[in-house]
């Protein structure tokens, strides 16, 4: 089970790790979901948050059967480092 969670009101994917709040920013359109940004705060840094959070939100991407449009440079390094998941990238 994944620590993160869909705040729709906020229109991001969430992660909080002892008191500090990661999170991917998106905008839905229709079936696809365009990931414009993503904040780790620096006292999570280098502990591989992002990657779990990139992570947490695609599985949960693909469950729902969207498209991803990765114009986040983060949430786009992360799906090339992983081939398993260059299938949700909309083409």
């Given at each position: 089970?994944?620590?993160?969670i869909?705040?729709?009101?906020h ?18 359109d ?8 993503t ?7 280098g ?11 695609l599985d ?21 480092k992983?081939?398993?998941?260059a299938?949700?990238?909309k083409?």
């Amino acid at each position: 089970m994944s620590d993160v969670i869909n705040n729709t009101a906020h229109h991001r994917y969430e992660l909080a790790v002892e008191g500090h709040l990661a999170a991917t920013y998106y905008k839905l359109d229709g079936d696809v979901i365009t990931f414009v940004h993503t904040e780790v705060p620096s006292e999570l840094g280098g502990r591989g948050i992002g990657s779990k959070l990139v992570k947490g939100a695609l599985d949960q991407v693909r469950a729902a059967g969207l498209k991803v449009v990765a114009q986040c440079p983060f949430v786009k390094a992360w799906i090339d480092k992983h081939p398993d998941y260059a299938d949700l990238v909309k083409t």
